[in-house]
């Protein structure tokens, strides 16, 4: 808990400076940061989809979320509302980067590409427990982790059950979606 109070407080900025030094100064293992960013990542994630997608358009329906937010005058879908914080996250080049995909995409940009991606959505879909795995790529040594993401609200399936462009119409409350892939440099 204190990990994660810790990781809340701080902003991904401050983090990002010391990611690798802090595993080795601290006793902080790769696998510790990775769960604790990713602690952060999901509890926002599923915040954002409980207390505003999913109260708004689902119960009080009051305001839809759609992909075309902008023309629509509609709420940001929790996946945008993911990866516009992990583009800004690039952008500062925070020494980590992280994206949400599946083995059942609406969107094909969100498939698997690498092996350790296509490893990991696949394990995490049967176990829907994290998987983590060492990857080169470009040269570099990434440590990487797959974590499972859950179907925790109802406008999760209702949406994806019913969008015209998914591979897959039979998701249920709790059900693995998809991972979220996030990356570390290694030393
Ligand atoms: C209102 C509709 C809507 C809601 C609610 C919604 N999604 Fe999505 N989701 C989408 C769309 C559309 C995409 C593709 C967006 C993109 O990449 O442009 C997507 C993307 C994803 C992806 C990446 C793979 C893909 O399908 O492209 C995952 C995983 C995912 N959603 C899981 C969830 C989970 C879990 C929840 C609930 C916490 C959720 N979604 C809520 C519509 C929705």
Redo the contacts with the bound molecule.
């Keep these: 808990m204190k990990v994660i109070r810790l990781f809340t407080a701080a902003s991904t900025l401050a983090l990002s400076a010391g990611l690798t030094q802090a595993a080795d100064t601290a006793g902080w293992s790769y696998k510790d940061i990775a769960d604790a960013l990713h602690a952060v990542m999901e509890s926002d994630?599923?915040v954002y989809?409980r207390l505003i997608?999913?109260r708004l358009?689902n119960e009080e329906k009051v305001i839809?979320?759609?992909?075309h937010w902008k023309d629509d005058k509609a709420l940001v879908?929790?996946?945008?509302m993911f990866?516009f914080g992990a583009e800004m996250v690039a952008e500062k080049d925070a020494g980590f980067t992280y994206s949400?995909?599946?083995e059942?995409?609406?969107?094909k940009?969100?498939a698997a590409k690498t092996d350790v991606e296509k490893a990991g959505l696949s394990e995490i879909a049967k176990t829907g427990k994290p998987f983590y795995k060492e990857e080169t790529l470009g040269g570099k040594k990434f440590f990487t982790a797959v974590y499972p993401?859950?179907?925790?609200?109802k406008?999760?399936i209702?949406?994806?059950n019913d969008?015209k462009?998914?591979p897959r119409r039979d998701f249920k409350m709790g059900e693995v979606?998809?991972?979220v892939v996030l990356r570390l440099p290694m030393k």
């Design positions: 994630r599923t989809t997608v999913n358009q839809k979320a759609s992909e879908l929790p996946a945008q990866r949400l995909l599946s059942w995409p609406i969107n940009q969100n993401d859950k179907a925790v609200a406008a999760c209702s949406c994806h969008h462009d998914t979606m998809g991972g």
